[in-house]
C-alpha cells in the first residue's frame, strides 16, 4: 500500500490530482496544492521517502479541498483548503479524542504536564477508531520493595494485555539483570501499572517508558513530568521503532498546548523513528519556534540523561559504575534491597527456631 517518493512518483501523484479535477469538473490545483496532497500522501504512508497507493482516499480528499475552494471563493485550489479538508475530516472523527483531552485538562485523568516526581512517566498511547487514530498520554508509575519476585505487571496479573506486551515485560526483567546483577543477585518486587488504564494494553511500544519509570523508583531520582516517552526497548537497553508516531506526538502536544506551551516540554522518541515524522504544520511550527521539542534517542541510557537530568554511567571492566551517575544509584539500592532480604531471612529463621526451642 506503499509506493517509493520520488520525482517519477511525485509527478503521478500530481498527474492523478489533474486526471480527477478534470473527469468531475473540480476546480484545478495550484502547485502549492498538489505539493499538499503529496505531503499528506507520505503522512498516510507514515514514511518520508514513501507515498500511499490508497487513491480513493487521495480522491476524496481532492474532493473536499475542492469544497472547501468554492467556499472560500477561490478559482484554485491551495494549500490552504487541502489543509482545511484535512482538518474538516479529522473533526468529523475526533470527537473520542476531544472528550479524552477534556478529562486531561478537568482533572479526572491525572496527567502532569510539569514539575518532577519519582516513578512516573508519561506514556504516549494510540487510539484507533476504524481509519482514524488519535494519540494520548498514559501515565505509567513504579512501585519497588523488598521481595525476589520481579518485576509485576498489574495489567498482566489481570489478564489485560497481550502476549507483545507480556514479552516487552520480561524483557525489562532481562534488562535489569544483565546491567546490574552480573556480579550481584538480582532481588527485588516491582510492580507497573497503566494509571486509569480500564482496557487492554497491547504491543511492547511503552517498555521504555516502564523501564525509565523503574529506574527512577529505585534510584529515587525523579522524572521531568514535562516529557512524554514512546519507544520499545530491547535486553541490552537498544530503543526500537514503534508505529503511530506522528498521531502519539500529536496527542501529547494538544494537551501541552491547551495548559499552555512552556519551552520545557517535548517527546522522547526512538531515533529509528526520525524518518517516519510527518507531522502538522501547526506541531511543526511549535518545535521551530523552541516551544515544544523531539528528542531522537538510540538508548536507555540517553532518555535517562533526558529525563532525570544526570549522566546514566558507563560500566566499568569490573561491572561498576561511576559514582553519582543513575545506574550507580540504581545498582547500590538494588545491593541494599538483596542484603535487606537476606537479613530478613536469617532473623526471620532464628525467630522460628527459637519458637520451636
Known amino acids: 500500500d506503499t ?3 520520488n520525482p517519477a512518483n511525485e509527478q503521478s501523484y500530481a498527474e492523478f490530482v489533474a486526471a480527477r479535477s478534470q473527469e468531475e469538473a473540480l476546480r484545478p490545483f495550484g502547485r502549492d496544492a498538489v505539493a499538499r496532497m503529496i505531503e499528506h500522501g507520505a503522512r498516510l504512508a507514515e ?31 491551495t494549500a490552504a483548503d487541502v489543509d482545511e479538508a484535512v482538518a474538516e475530516r479529522t473533526n468529523r472523527a ?15 485523568i491525572f496527567i502532569a504536564t510539569d514539575g518532577e516526581i519519582v516513578g512516573q ?17 498514559s501515565r505509567v508509575s513504579a512501585r519497588t520493595f523488598i521481595g525476589d519476585n520481579g518485576v509485576i505487571h498489574i495489567e498482566r496479573e489481570t489478564d489485560m494485555d497481550t502476549p507483545s506486551h507480556e ?12 546491567t546490574y546483577a552480573q556480579h550481584q543477585p538480582l532481588s527485588l518486587n516491582a510492580s507497573l501499572t497503566f494509571e486509569q488504564a480500564y482496557y487492554g494494553v497491547d504491543g511492547d511500544s511503552a517498555s521504555s517508558t516502564e523501564l525509565y519509570a523503574l529506574i527512577s523508583s529505585l534510584s529515587q531520582i525523579p522524572v521531568r513530568q514535562a516529557v512524554g ?14 508505529g503511530a508516531v506522528n498521531e502519539k506526538i500529536e496527542g501529547y502536544f494538544d494537551v501541552c498546548r491547551a495548559r499552555g506551551l512552556t519551552g520545557e516540554q517535548g517527546v522522547i522518541i526512538p531515533a529509528t523513528n526520525v524518518v517516519n515524522l510527518m507531522l502538522r504544520e501547526d506541531v511543526v511550527a511549535a518545535v521551530r519556534d523552541g516551544l515544544f521539542h523531539i528528542w531522537p534517542v538510540t538508548t536507555i541510557d540517553e532518555g535517562i540523561e533526558l529525563l532525570m537530568g544526570r549522566p546514566a554511567g558507563e560500566q566499568d571492566d569490573q561491572g561498576e559504575f561511576p559514582e553519582g551517575t543513575v545506574h550507580y544509584v540504581v545498582k547500590k539500592r538494588l545491593r541494599e534491597l538483596a542484603t535487606e532480604l537476606k537479613t530478613f531471612g536469617e532473623e526471620h529463621q532464628a525467630e522460628t527456631q527459637g519458637d520451636d526451642d
Request: contains cysteine.
Open 94 to 108: 475526533s470527537q473520542d479524542a476531544e472528550h479524552y483531552r477534556e478529562h486531561i485538562l478537568e482533572g479526572v
Open 3 to 5: 509506493m517509493p517518493r
Open 47 to 77: 514514511h518520508q521517502c514513501k507515498l500511499s497507493t490508497r487513491f480513493g482516499a487521495i480522491a476524496d480528499l481532492a474532493r473536499e479541498a475542492n469544497f472547501w475552494a468554492g467556499v472560500a471563493g477561490h478559482e484554485v485550489v
Open 121 to 137: 512517566v508519561n506514556g504516549l498511547s494510540v487510539h484507533e477508531i476504524g481509519e482514524f487514530g488519535f494519540g494520548h498520554p
Open 229 to 242: 516517552v514512546t519507544g520499545s526497548v530491547n535486553q541490552r537497553g537498544e530503543v526500537q521503532p514503534i
Open 167 to 178: 514479552k516487552g515485560v520480561l524483557t525489562l526483567n532481562a534488562y535489569l539483570g544483565g
